[in-house]
């Protein structure tokens, strides 16, 4: 009987610092994330998988051989390496609590920090489950140190079972998916994949194929600066202003905090500057891509409206795309999700479909020329204190996986 690897690999490398960094300019955004990198490509020697590296940037790739014959499609299966800057991922200590009772898990490096069921509804089906949580002072990292588990831990069953058929495999673990430039510098031609899927998904049995599209605006306001001592009649605080614009956003819709489902929204993120010179940074979300436009353009009208009262001021209004709703490509390409779907019930779990208000690596992948939907690892409360993953739900993505790539050698 096979004895799955994916508890101690993701103990082993959610130890590892692999904290992104949003304000940095270099890629990788933290140079901590090829310590992780590293790590990989030697374990990935160890298990014997071929065209193992790691490149400048450091995505690692990797090839497990076909042995169902060449002319079938390449399947690459993805992970991010970095964790989220929402919260501290330095000297994680990873603890596995052991056939889960349904009470209060209190963490003890910071007993204020109690995960219950109340807070965390999905724990009321993890009972009897082994969960690893962090102790308290940092996140776990299984977002998305539990997708690189399974993956590793698939590359070392497909390669210790040979007579499990499968159609070639490329496995990629990227860098800077938290801060937005997962695959900024991917080779995608070294990639050389037809078909992908990314393993950054929750509860057990979702499947995502639909996913937001995003865009990024700025707008940055110039004031005007005078002495404040002689300043009346003169000054207009940029500041100020910005943060008129500001409260004129709706207060019950629009929001992060008042949609759900596909309803979209704009979400200011920053709010940085000074007397002469304010910038607000915002994320623009819906999952159909039309209204992005339609968000700008009333964006647009509530500064147009701000600004009556300072005709001489100057502002700059700067879009900038982000991803795209992955449904757009995966329409095109429905047996990539019909598979992952079938593995689920032959691995005897039953399918989730869901949409993320989100995206993953997987949104741009599949406008790269890879249909790339989102299978789910098992973790859960991402970016938090509260982080946690289920030890069986990742392991049951593994099996998931090994069914999957059986389906795919049978692909006509």
Same mark, same amino acid.
Request: net charge negative; with cysteine; aromatic share 6%.
């Given at each position: 009987?096979?004895?799955?690897?994916?508890?101690?690999?993701?103990?082993?490398?959610?130890?590892?610092?692999?904290?992104? $960094?949003?304000n940095s300019t270099t890629f990788p955004s933290? *140079?901590? !994330?090829?310590? #992780?990198?590293?790590?990989? @490509?030697?374990?990935?020697?160890?298990?014997?998988?071929?065209?193992v590296e790691m490149d400048e940037w450091g995505y690692v790739f990797a090839t497990i051989p076909s042995?169902?014959?060449?002319?079938?499609?390449?399947?690459?299966?993805?992970?991010?390496?970095?964790?989220?800057?929402?919260?501290?991922?330095?000297?994680?200590?990873?603890?596995?609590?052991?056939?889960?009772?349904?009470?209060?898990?209190?963490?003890?490096?910071?007993?204020?920090?109690?995960?219950?069921?109340?807070?965390?509804?999905?724990?009321?089906?993890?009972?009897?489950?082994?969960?690893?949580?962090?102790?308290?002072?940092?996140?776990?990292?299984?977002? $998305?140190?539990?997708?690189?588990?399974?993956?590793?831990? *698939?590359? !070392?069953?497909? #390669?210790?079972?040979?007579? @499990?058929?499968?159609?070639?495999i490329r496995i990629l673990f990227t860098p800077d998916?938290?801060?937005g430039r997962g695959v900024d510098h991917l080779d995608m031609q070294k990639l050389n994949a037809d078909f992908g899927y990314t393993l950054d998904g929750g509860t057990l049995g979702s499947l995502e194929d639909e996913s937001f599209s995003a865009?990024?605006?700025?707008?940055?306001?110039?004031?005007?600066?005078?002495?404040?001592?002689?300043?009346?009649?003169?000054?207009v605080n940029a500041l100020k202003v910005a943060a008129e614009f500001v409260s004129k956003l709706p207060k019950d819709s629009w929001s992060p905090e008042t949609t759900e489902g596909r309803e979209g929204f704009v979400h200011p993120i920053s709010f940085t500057g000074g007397?002469?010179?304010? !910038?607000?940074?915002?994320?623009?979300?819906?999952?159909?891509?039309?209204?992005?436009?339609?968000?700008?353009?009333?964006?647009?009208?509530?500064l147009h409206d701000t600004l009556q009262g300072y005709p001489a001021l100057k502002t700059q209004f700067i879009v900038t795309e982000q991803y795209r709703n992955m449904k757009e490509i995966l329409n095109d390409y429905p047996f990539v999700t019909e598979y992952a779907l079938n593995a689920m019930k032959k691995a005897g779990i039953d399918p989730k479909p869901e949409i993320i208000r989100g995206g993953t690596d997987g949104s741009r992948l599949s406008f790269m020329g890879m249909p790339c939907p989102n299978i789910f690892t098992g973790e859960m409360a991402i970016h938090s204190r509260h982080e946690y993953v289920s030890v069986q739900d990742m392991e049951k993505a593994v099996k998931t996986l090994i069914e999957l790539v059986q389906i795919w050698a049978k692909h006509q």
């Open positions: 009987m096979y004895k799955h690897s994916v508890e101690e690999r993701f103990i082993r490398y959610a130890k590892i610092d692999t904290t992104a $960094d949003p933290s *140079l901590i !994330q090829k310590d #992780l990198g590293k790590k990989l @490509v030697e374990e990935l020697n160890e298990l014997g998988a071929s065209e042995n169902s014959g060449e002319d079938l499609p390449t399947i690459c299966f993805c992970a991010h390496m970095d964790t989220a800057p929402d919260c501290s991922g330095t000297n994680v200590k990873p603890i596995v609590h052991r056939n889960y009772d349904g009470n209060p898990i209190t963490l003890p490096d910071d007993t204020t920090q109690v995960i219950t069921t109340e807070q965390h509804p999905y724990l009321k089906e993890k009972i009897g489950d082994d969960l690893i949580t962090a102790s308290g002072l940092t996140l776990l990292g299984a977002d $998305d140190k539990a997708g690189i588990a399974i993956i590793m831990d *698939l590359a !070392q069953y497909l #390669l210790e079972h040979p007579e @499990v058929k499968r159609p070639k998916e938290e801060v865009d990024a605006v700025t707008v940055i306001i110039e004031g005007k600066s005078a002495h404040p001592g002689y300043a009346k009649g003169k000054m007397m002469e010179e304010a !910038q607000v940074k915002f994320i623009i979300r819906d999952h159909q891509t039309s209204k992005l436009t339609e968000y700008e353009d009333r964006l647009k009208n509530i």
